[in-house]
């Protein structure tokens, strides 16, 4: 079940976890008062896993950016929704808290698990440490504690987890016959341009 804003489509049925789960695509958000598993795969992008621990209700997003430039960004989004501008981390992470509590979630018991944030490009930007340090910085800011990450380095990552367990699964992408994160997300940081808009972690 998502919320109104929450546009994460792509739904199917995970038999060796036997889990109905959701893929999150960069600019996506997914929260769950069920058992539903959320996965993403990750190169500097960061995902940000939150739930309440006393009644299970949690999520995911998946951002690329850690936050948008443009000043009237909050207030178009609140017009008119468009998951490009949740691709910013700021957005990304205020829309997240705000479902999860609206699903009578209570921030007095949340806690948050951390992936991502790799350097998967050649580039002078570190847009994954950006990522990192923004998350962690947010985080503190809202008073939620992160109790487990794996961020940083140069692979990429396939994060699965159960907010109603908090579990936690993943999967090191130790190399690619192709460059397929790293063209995923060169289009859509392309995008997000032109709109301006250890614990706990069992590893396979």
Known sequence: MSASFDDARNTYWDGRFKRN???LL???YHSTTGDEMLVT????CVAACIRDTR????????F???EQRNSNDKQNFAETYDNSVTRYG?????MLINDIVARGGDRKYFEAKIFGGAQMFESSMQIGARNIEFVKEYLDFEAISIVSEDVAGTQGRKVYYIPETGEIFLK??????NNTIEKREAKYLRKARETKTEAEIDFF
Do not use: C, F
Not at 172 to 177: A, G, N, P, Q, T
């Open 64 to 66: 690329l950016l850690p």
């Open 26 to 28: 960069p600019g996506e």
């Open 55 to 62: 009644s299970g209700i949690g999520g995911m997003n998946h």
């Open 172 to 177: 090191r992408i130790v190399s690619l016959h």
């Open 21 to 23: 789960t959701v893929k």
């Open 90 to 94: 700021d957005l990304a992470m205020e």
């Open 41 to 44: 795969v990750l190169g500097s």
